[in-house]
Every structure is written in structure tokens, then in C-alpha cells.
């Protein structure tokens, strides 16, 4: 595979994106308002697969820390000069960018393009976008992601080389978003082509594209769009109704609390923590990450960001298995309500 990227299919890997970001990562219409600049006349990016590179040779990814409240924001000067020094301490030459998570892809767009570098079609949360940096592929293998170069809105740079604890490397990121109060760019896992074969969720991108292409098709209807989104996922539906209570905040660097959604007597409870990670229904726990809570908007068919939930919205909620690597018992052990500071029981589908 060696795709080039026009500025239709970006938004239609932005929109599929949305199924699986279990309302987090950037924002679609955020996203959107990135790519005319990043499409410009004379602009070519390409989506490449780690097959048509050389083992031997090194990526890296590039993503934001913040709350999901606030994802309207210009990270790309930030992500360029974080990219250098990332060059500059590890003293590797790149040869492609992949995503930190999924639906932070305008961010990959644009660093890719101010560095002239392909886009490798990975990344390393198992496909969805994820609340803190601990919940990662690699640690899950046990291995690491650093050395990590941050970089504020205002160029501020720090450079983490070493540490064996994972919640200290997102602590570490969080601190300066929050001190800050604005998103923080964030290169890191400089990696061997090899060990991302190894490590990295592979295939996200093209998932996404294939996705978005379902729900930009104004040929079909809304209810055949999500019938198609449902089957292409192997979805669970997990209740479908309105949303009738908000109670979320952005005061600790992450929007946090939870959405009501009723149907008749029925009420889903969606916690949510930047994503939404763990679905009650009649308080009884239903589903919890690792798998993915998606909640579908049934005008649109598409993902609903929970920073644009609102009241009285018709929704779908479903339910995706996560990644085989996610479902491991390492990998649960790794990712639960637990390890969010939510007090549920793990139940997967």
C-alpha cells in the first residue's frame, strides 16, 4: 500500500476515525478546519504500510495531551519543533510518522508535512484513542516509549530520557498541560520498523478511510449508514435513545463525569474520562474499556465527541471488541475502569 492522501480521503479517514475515538481524541470539525492549509496547492502526503520500509530503519509518532474540551487548537509549530529535537537527541534520521492514537490525525497530517515524511498506517493504542500515555501498546509488551520531547503552545520544551514507570511518563506530560492550561505536543516511541511490526496496531488508518467513506456516502440513508457501520465492526448495540443528562468537567485536565442516555424506563450511564470508558445500564455495568463505548448520532451517523454531546440528541451507543492485544489479560490488567479511577468491574463483550 502506498496510498496518496487528497484532502477527501483525510476527511474520510477524519469521519471514520470518529467510530473508534469512543468519544475523545481531537474533535471532527477541529480536524477539518486543519486541512485546507495542510492540502495546499503543491502539498502530497503519503499513507504507507511498515511493509515498504527497511527493518533497520526508525518512526516515531506525534500526538497532543489536554482535555478533550479544548482540541480546537493549532498544534503544528509545536509538533515541528518537537520533531527536531527528537532527531537531534536521538541522533536518528525518520523515515515516517505514525499516530499516537486514533482521531488525532490532522496532527499526523501536519507533522508528516513539515517534515516532509511519510505517514506509516499504525498506531500504538490498539486502534482508539485512549485517556493517558500508559495506556500503550508497548507497555502492555513491556517495553518502552522514550525518550519523549513535549513542547508548549509557547515552544517551551522538556525532555524525558528515562524512567521505568508509565504513570510517571503521562504524570510527567499531564503536569504541563495542566500547568499550562492548553495542549502540549508530544513526539516519542522512536522505534525500529522491526519492532513496530511487533508492537505498533496496524492498518488504522485504511480502517478509518474505509469507514468515513460509509458515513460521508450522501447516496444512503442515516439508518443504512450506522446498519453498515454496525456490521463492518461487528458491533454490539447497547442501547438506543436520547440524551437527556450532561455532567461533565474540565477542571483536573481531562473532561470528566458522565452522560445519561434514556430509552422508556431505561437509562445508559456513560462514564466518561476524555473517552468514554465504562456504560452502565439500570446500574449495571454493560461494557468498560478495553473495549470501545462508541455513541453514534442517528441524524449523522457519525461518532459523537463528547466535548458535542448535547441534551436531546437521538444516539446510538455500541460496543467494539478492542484489539486482540488489549483483550489479553496483560493488556486488561493494563487498561480498566480501575486504572482510570473508576469503580467498576472489568466486563468486555
Known amino acids: 500500500m502506498n496510498t496518496t492522501i487528497t484532502q477527501d480521503i483525510a476527511t474520510d479517514i477524519i469521519a471514520g476515525a470518529s467510530i473508534f475515538s469512543t468519544g475523545g481524541g481531537f474533535e471532527y470539525t477541529a480536524q477539518l478546519k486543519?486541512?485546507?492549509?495542510?492540502?495546499?496547492?503543491?502539498?502530497?502526503l503519503r499513507l504507507i504500510s511498515v511493509d515498504e520500509l527497511a527493518d533497520t530503519d526508525y518512526i516515531c509518532t506525534a500526538y497532543g495531551v489536554g482535555s478533550a474540551s479544548n482540541t480546537d487548537v493549532d498544534l503544528s509549530a509545536a509538533l515541528t519543533k518537537g520533531f527536531a529535537v527528537m532527531q537531534e537527541i536521538t541522533g536518528k534520521t525518520f523515515a515516517g510518522i505514525f499516530a499516537g492514537e486514533t482521531n488525532i490525525e490532522a496532527l499526523v497530517f501536519e507533522t508528516a508535512k513539515s517534515a516532509n515524511l511519510p505517514i506509516i498506517d499504525a498506531d500504538c493504542t490498539g486502534g482508539r484513542a485512549v485517556p493517558e500515555i500508559q495506556f500503550d501498546n508497548l507497555f502492555v509488551a513491556g517495553r518502552n516509549i522514550l525518550p519523549l520531547v513535549a513542547v508548549t503552545l509557547k515552544g517551551d520544551v522538556a525532555v524525558l530520557y528515562e524512567t521505568d514507570d508509565p504513570v510517571f511518563i503521562e504524570r510527567f506530560v499531564r503536569n504541563i498541560a495542566v500547568s499550562t492550561g492548553e495542549s502540549v505536543a508530544v513526539i516519542d516511541h522512536p522505534m525500529s520498523v522491526a519492532d513496530a511490526k511487533q508492537y505498533l496496531t496496524l492498518g488504522i488508518f485504511e480502517r478509518s478511510?474505509?469507514?468515513?467513506?460509509?458515513?460521508?456516502?450522501?447516496?444512503?440513508?442515516v439508518d443504512a449508514k450506522i446498519a453498515k457501520i454496525i456490521k463492518q465492526t461487528q458491533a454490539s448495540v447497547l442501547l438506543q435513545g436520547l440524551v437527556s443528562e450532561i455532567d461533565l468537567s474540565s477542571e483536573k485536565g481531562f473532561l470528566e463525569g458522565t452522560i445519561t442516555v434514556a430509552d422508556g424506563d431505561q437509562n445508559a450511564?456513560?462514564?466518561?474520562?476524555?473517552?468514554?470508558?465504562?456504560?452502565?445500564?439500570d446500574s449495571t455495568v454493560r461494557l468498560t474499556a478495553p473495549d470501545l463505548i462508541t455513541v453514534l448520532d442517528l441524524e449523522t451517523g457519525f461518532g459523537v465527541h463528547n466535548s458535542k454531546i448535547a441534551v436531546g440528541q437521538q444516539v446510538c451507543i455500541i460496543g467494539i471488541s478492542a484489539s486482540k492485544l488489549w483483550r489479553t489479560d496483560a493488556g486488561v490488567k493494563r487498561f480498566n475502569p480501575q486504572a482510570v479511577g473508576l469503580a467498576f468491574e472489568t466486563v468486555l463483550l
Open 34 to 44: 486543519k486541512l485546507p492549509e495542510i492540502f495546499a496547492a503543491d502539498s502530497t
Open 209 to 221: 478511510r474505509q469507514m468515513g467513506a460509509i458515513i460521508n456516502n450522501a447516496a444512503i440513508t
Open 269 to 281: 450511564v456513560l462514564h466518561v474520562k476524555n473517552e468514554t470508558l465504562v456504560c452502565t445500564i
